[in-house]
T-cell receptor
Framework: GAGVSQTPSNKVTEKGKYVELRCDPI?????LYWYRQSLGQGPEFLIY????????DSGLPNDRFFAVRPEGSVSTLKIQRTERGDSAVYLC????????????FGQGTRLTVV | GENVEQHPSTLSVQEGDSAVIKCTYS??????FPWYKQELGKGPQLIID?????GEKKDQRIAVTLNKTAKHFSLHITETQPEDSAVYFC??????????FGPGTSLSVIP
């Protein structure tokens, strides 16, 4: 597809379980971002990849959160021992490299921890 | 750390009137300022952006202004229409490519 694709669109999991959220960026986009958005709030930065490496992971809230991008394209956000406070919409965005380039967002994955 | 503030949090205008949303940023090295519109259940969509070497940019009914000295930037929507109703986010991109968002403005255009 032409846009950023995120799967699944919705995920319900039990407290304490492990989840993986996937992001397929736009082909050719070297920069990839993960954000978390709680109801009524702006997207909160989690991590930024440039190619395969995490250029900035300062937004990850704790060591239960981890993200990979092994081949510089698809990225997976992994959350261990999920907590109810992790419930949110997780957004992925991608862009071409450069400070003046537009970031395109996916539709997000709505994660609910029960 | 980097921070973006946005006001107002909610805005209600009559159809045909103008709407103005204002933002401030903390990182003086920021040089790219996008504005996003988010409709319910969808991801944010870029509507206009401005770069640090420009003071104003206009695209039909939408305009943005940037004051780098004061670290302020604003979104102006003229002749508002009901389909403009959505949540609007300002953002600032730092010199390290991190995009920081404001908390959002919920705009309602009353027919």
């Amino acid at each position: 597809g032409a846009g950023v694709s995120q799967t699944p669109s919705n995920k319900v999991t039990e407290k304490g379980k492990y989840v993986e959220l996937r992001c397929d960026p736009i082909s050719g986009h070297t920069a990839l971002y993960w954000y978390r958005q709680s109801l009524g709030q702006g997207p909160e930065f989690l991590i930024y990849f440039q190619g395969t490496g995490a250029a900035d992971d300062s937004g990850l809230p704790n060591d239960r959160f981890f993200a990979v991008r092994p081949e510089g394209s698809v990225s997976t956000l992994k959350i261990q021992r999920t907590e109810r406070g992790d419930s949110a919409v997780y957004l992925c965005a991608s862009s071409l490299f450069g400070v003046n380039t537009e970031a395109f967002f996916g539709q997000g994955t709505r994660l609910t921890v029960v | 750390g980097e921070n973006v503030e946005q006001h107002p949090s909610t805005l209600s205008v009559q159809e045909g009137d103008s709407a103005v949303i204002k933002c401030t940023y903390s990182d003086s090295a920021s040089n790219y300022f996008p504005w996003y519109k988010q409709e319910l259940g969808k991801g944010p969509q870029l509507i206009i952006d401005i770069r640090s070497n420009v003071g104003e940019k206009k695209d039909q009914r939408i305009a943005v202004t940037l004051n780098k000295t004061a670290k302020h930037f604003s979104l102006h929507i003229t002749e508002t229409q009901p389909e403009d109703s959505a949540v609007y986010f300002c953002a600032a991109k730092t010199s390290y490519d991190k995009v920081i968002f404001g908390p959002g403005t919920s705009l309602s255009v009353i027919p």
